[in-house]
């Protein structure tokens, strides 16, 4: 993809994120001549695979969850993806404790597996769940969600798994719109335990070279179809005539229709102009920074760990600390590990040199490393505004951002979690050529 030489486009795409680039993808497919525009210097957003000799590291997310929507975008540009299976343990009470295999929040029907971690009282209550009546709140957090229908030590449990997928806090969290299925069942099924049949969470999925595979992927798919212009940050938009113009560093493009496949708060910062109200809307929907220190050892120096995954909180901060080669062999080259920790919101904006350090010391408490283990090499990738939290009364505003985006016609926004990447850029597309074909029609 390069820089457009047209100025003219039915459709605009800001943002070559996963979701924006899957959403070029589709309307290209539909005939569409479109044009994608992107801040950074590459296109991927998150979803960057770091590749030298002998070690593969993932700069963002290492997996995403399987959805139709990938699965039919991964089978048209005939990608293979790998599932995932990860030790995973959390500590409690200052000790480490193994997670039972395919434990998922967003799964009842894994939820049997917690009962070796519970006492007796606690699994009674948590195999009672259908007795629990439903909850009156229009809205309500996900920690009090999990804790009134299982219980307080099983949501102990489920804790660590919700920080480890959004990162936040899970008080703060909306549960309507985190886990929209669970949500649901409880309102259509009175209980979660009568509707988990309908709510097997998918398996999360990778790639043999990384997740980076989809975005090189898509490249390919749209060279020579769709112009991309890198480095390229919109400012803002302007109606002219049947046109949006969109201005960048480098000049003006026009386009018929334009989708906003960024974050919200970028989002908001384009149109801070023509509509107040969904800027406000958009700044209303917080977005936490997390970072990710790699560190490389020889394997030699590090103990034996029947744990990929571990996670804990201390301090009021939330840390992942997994193990690359152990998961994904062929990502490191034998005779060595690189262990990988994630760090998210406060912890994520400090300097590389004190992520780094505080890494290590991490390293050293957790896994009781001895000081003769010495650091190889040390890298740290940052993903500034990454993490979308949809928090307390999200799907309210969100309705309200769809009839405030109603007075541009034309512009759509896309934003939103990695997880609902290539679902939002099927809907956005589809809005886009139907907005299109309305406009066609009428003219």
Same mark, same amino acid.
């Given at each position: 993809?390069?820089?457009?030489?047209?100025?003219?486009?039915?459709?605009?795409?800001?943002?070559?994120?996963?979701?924006?680039?899957?959403?070029?993808?589709?309307?290209?497919?539909?005939?569409?001549?479109?044009?994608?525009?992107?801040?950074?210097?590459?296109?991927?957003?998150?979803?960057?695979?770091?590749?030298?000799?002998?070690?593969?590291?993932?700069?963002?997310?290492?997996?995403?969850?399987?959805?139709?929507?990938?699965?039919?975008?991964?089978?048209?540009?005939?990608?293979?993806?790998?599932?995932?299976?990860?030790?995973?343990?959390?500590?409690?009470?200052?000790?480490?404790?193994?997670?039972?295999?395919?434990?998922?929040?967003?799964?009842?029907?894994?939820?049997?597996?917690?009962?070796?971690?519970?006492?007796?009282?606690?699994?009674?209550?948590?195999?009672?769940?259908?007795?629990?009546?439903?909850?009156?709140?229009?809205?309500?957090?996900?920690?009090?969600?999990?804790?009134?229908?299982?219980?307080?030590?099983?949501?102990?449990?489920?804790?660590?798994?919700?920080?480890?997928?959004?990162?936040?806090?899970?008080?703060?969290?909306?549960?309507?719109?985190?886990?929209?299925?669970?949500?649901?069942?409880?309102?259509?099924?009175?209980?979660?335990?009568?509707?988990?049949? %309908?709510?097997?969470?998918?398996?999360?999925?990778?790639?043999?070279?990384?997740?980076?595979?989809?975005?090189?992927?898509?490249?390919?798919?749209?060279?020579?179809?769709?112009?991309?212009?890198?480095? &390229?940050?919109?400012?803002?938009?302007?109606?002219?005539?049947?046109?949006?113009?969109?201005?960048?560093?480098?000049?003006?493009?026009?386009?018929?229709?334009?989708?906003?496949?960024?974050?919200?708060?970028?989002?908001?910062?384009?149109?801070?102009?023509?509509?107040?109200?969904?800027?406000?809307?958009?700044?209303?929907?917080?977005?936490?920074?997390?970072?990710?220190?790699?560190?490389?050892?020889? &394997?030699?120096?590090?103990?034996?760990?029947?744990?990929?995954?571990?996670?804990?909180?201390?301090?009021?901060?939330?840390?992942?600390?997994?193990?690359?080669?152990?998961?994904?062999?062929?990502?490191?080259?034998?005779?060595?590990?690189?262990?990988?920790?994630?760090?998210?919101?406060?912890?994520?904006?400090?300097?590389?040199?004190?992520?780094?350090?505080?890494?290590?010391?991490?390293?050293?408490?957790?896994?009781?490393?001895?000081?003769?283990?010495?650091?190889?090499?040390?890298?740290?990738?940052?993903?500034?505004?990454?993490?979308?939290?949809?928090?307390?009364?999200?799907?309210?505003? &969100?309705?309200?951002?769809?009839?405030?985006?109603?007075?541009?016609?034309?512009?759509?926004?896309?934003?939103?979690?990695?997880?609902?990447?290539?679902?939002?850029? %099927? &809907?956005?597309?589809?809005?886009?050529?139907?907005?299109?074909?309305?406009?066609?029609?009428?003219?």
């Amino acid at each position: 993809m390069s820089f457009p030489e047209s100025t003219k486009f039915q459709l605009i795409v800001v943002g070559a994120g996963l979701t924006g680039l899957a959403c070029a993808y589709e309307a290209q497919k539909e005939g569409l001549s479109v044009a994608v525009l992107e801040a950074r210097t590459r296109p991927g957003g998150a979803l960057h695979t770091l590749g030298q000799p002998g070690l593969q590291l993932e700069c963002g997310p290492e997996s995403l969850p399987s959805s139709p929507a990938l699965e039919r975008l991964l089978g048209e540009l005939s990608v293979e993806a790998i599932p995932v299976q990860e030790r995973k343990a959390f500590k409690r009470n200052g000790q480490w404790v193994a997670y039972p295999q395919g434990l998922r929040p967003s799964d009842p029907g894994s939820y049997a597996g917690m009962g070796p971690l519970l006492g007796l009282s606690a699994r009674l209550r948590l195999q009672g769940e259908g007795l629990v009546g439903r909850g009156t709140l229009e809205d309500e957090p996900v920690t009090e969600f999990f804790t009134r229908r299982l219980g307080n030590a099983a949501w102990e449990v489920l804790a660590p798994l919700v920080r480890e997928e959004w990162g936040g806090d899970p008080a703060q969290l909306s549960l309507r719109s985190a886990y929209p299925a669970l949500w649901q069942a409880e309102n259509q099924h009175g209980s979660l335990t009568r509707a988990r049949s %309908e709510l097997s969470a998918a398996p999360r999925v990778t790639f043999a070279q990384g997740m980076g595979t989809l975005i090189d992927a898509l490249g390919k798919a749209l060279e020579g179809k769709v112009p991309f212009g890198p480095g &390229q940050q919109v400012a803002a938009l302007q109606r002219k005539g049947a046109y949006w113009r969109v201005y960048t560093p480098r000049g003006l493009l026009e386009g018929e229709s334009v989708v906003l496949a960024c974050s919200a708060p970028a989002a908001a910062r384009i149109l801070r102009h023509i509509n107040p109200q969904a800027t406000a809307l958009l700044n209303q929907t917080p977005h936490l920074p997390y970072s990710s220190v790699h560190l490389a050892f020889a &394997q030699e120096q590090l103990p034996d760990d029947p744990h990929d995954v571990r996670l804990w909180e201390e301090a009021g901060r939330f840390y992942r600390l997994s193990r690359t080669r152990a998961r994904f062999p062929e990502r490191v080259e034998a005779g060595f590990e690189v262990l990988r920790l994630d760090a998210v919101g406060e912890a994520a904006r400090l300097s590389d040199t004190a992520l780094a350090r505080l890494a290590l010391d991490q390293v050293r408490e957790q896994l009781k490393l001895g000081e003769n283990a010495r650091v190889l090499h040390s890298w740290v990738f940052r993903q500034v505004g990454a993490l979308p939290q949809p928090t307390l009364g999200h799907h309210r505003r &969100q309705g309200l951002l769809e009839s405030a985006l109603t007075r541009l016609p034309g512009v759509f926004f896309a934003g939103g979690p990695l997880e609902q990447a290539v679902a939002n850029a %099927e &809907q956005a597309a589809r809005k886009a050529s139907g907005f299109l074909a309305l406009q066609k029609a009428e003219g």
